[in-house]
Structures are given as C-alpha cells and as structure tokens.
C-alpha cells in the first residue's frame, strides 16, 4: 500500500513538473516574473525579520541598562548596611544584587546574541537584494532577447511570403504597397492636369495682352 501511495505521489509531482515545464516554454518571461515575486516576497519577509531583530535588540539593551543599574543600587546599599553593622539589611541588599547581577549578566548574553543574529541577518539581506537586483537584469537581457527572437521570427515570415509562400503580413504590405501606388498616380495626374490648365490659361491671357498691344 506504501508503495503505490509513493507510485501515485511521484506520478503526480511528475505529471506537475511537466505542467510547469509546459507552461514556462510557452511563456518563459511569465514564469520568470512569477519567480522573481516570489523572491520579493522572501526578500520582505527577511527585513521584516531584521525590523523585529532590532526591535527585540533594542529591548534587550533597555532592560540589560535597567537591571544593572539595579545590581549597582543593591550593592551601594550593602556596603551602607555593612559599615551601619546591620546584617539583616546587608544580607538582604548582597541577595538583592546578586540576582540582579545574574539577570544581568542572562541579558547581556541574549543582547549578544540578538546583535550577531541581526547582523547575519542584514548580511542575508544584503546578499538577497542583490541576487535580487541581478535577476532584474537577467530579466531585462532576456526581455531583450525574446523580442528579437519574436522580430527575427515575423521577419523571416514576411521573407518566406516574399519568395511564394502566403502570408498575411506580406499581404498588407503588398496592399499598401497597391494602395500608395493609386494614391500616387492620382496626385500626379491632378498635378499634370491642373498644371497644364495653368499653363494653357497663362498662354491665353498672354496671347490677348499682345493682341491688345497690337491694335493701340
């Protein structure tokens, strides 16, 4: 039974990766992206980590400040109650300062720690944005690829569809190439035409003022 359940598992992960691998050939720059805000989110997760290191770092140095200063406060009061020759009151106070001292001597241990904890952790961070930052890069240099890839790939289309292949991208282009040749001889022609309209009235009118210079 154990085995056809792991049978069963890895034909599952199996069949999953080969989804996934589907998916990233038909959209590589998709999945990238899908990855890279995945490797934000981890990025965030470390710095909120780090906000809460330093926070507990923080704390840990207030209250390493508050119960030395209390170990201090209990030792000044034994040594008055030593030289006042009350023991009670000194046996009290030397107690007193001993647990302060061992609490305090407990915190600085941990405000170590937190402090080499949060450097690693700022160490991680570093390293992580930067990863990070190169991953957009690579983003960029692949973006740039694929888009020449795509053009290169509409290019040798239209090159195919030049040498007898049909295509629909050489088809616009011959429509237009049809289109402009049409536009073009009707704008000469309207030239010509008005053109020699011009001429021919400038002729006439030419031929008049001689005329009328003639007969004065």
């Known amino acids: 039974m154990a085995n056809l359940f792991n049978r069963l598992k890895d034909s599952i992960t199996s069949d999953f990766h080969e989804m996934l691998d589907q998916k990233e050939m038909k959209n590589p720059i998709g999945m990238l992206n899908r990855y890279l805000r995945q490797c934000e989110a981890e990025v965030e997760k470390v710095r909120k980590l780090i906000e809460r290191q330093y926070l507990l770092k923080q704390e840990f140095t207030k209250k390493y400040a508050e119960t030395q200063m209390l170990a ?3 030792k000044h009061q034994a040594d008055i109650a030593s030289k006042a020759g009350e023991t009670e009151l000194y046996e009290f106070a030397i107690s007193e300062h001993e647990h302060f001292a061992e609490r305090a001597v ?3 241990n941990s405000l170590n720690e937190a402090g080499s904890g949060l450097a690693d952790l700022e160490k991680k961070y570093e ?3 930067h990863k990070l930052k190169d991953m957009y890069i690579k983003r960029m240099e692949l973006m740039g690829r694929e888009n020449i890839a795509r053009a290169n790939h509409r290019m040798s289309k239209v090159l195919e569809a ?3 292949y049909s295509d629909k991208s050489f088809s616009r282009f011959e429509e237009m190439e049809a ?4 536009l073009e001889h009707g704008m000469n ?3 010509y035409r ?3 309209d011009g001429r021919i009235a400038q002729l006439e009118k030419d031929m008049k003022n001689d005329e009328t210079h003639s007969i004065s």
């Open 194 to 196: 008005n053109s020699l």
């Open 179 to 182: 289109y402009l040749e049409r």
């Open 162 to 164: 030049s040498e007898g």
């Open 189 to 191: 022609t309207s030239y």
């Open 127 to 129: 390293e992580m944005n």
């Open 106 to 108: 407990r915190i600085q």
């Open 72 to 74: 201090d406060k209990r």
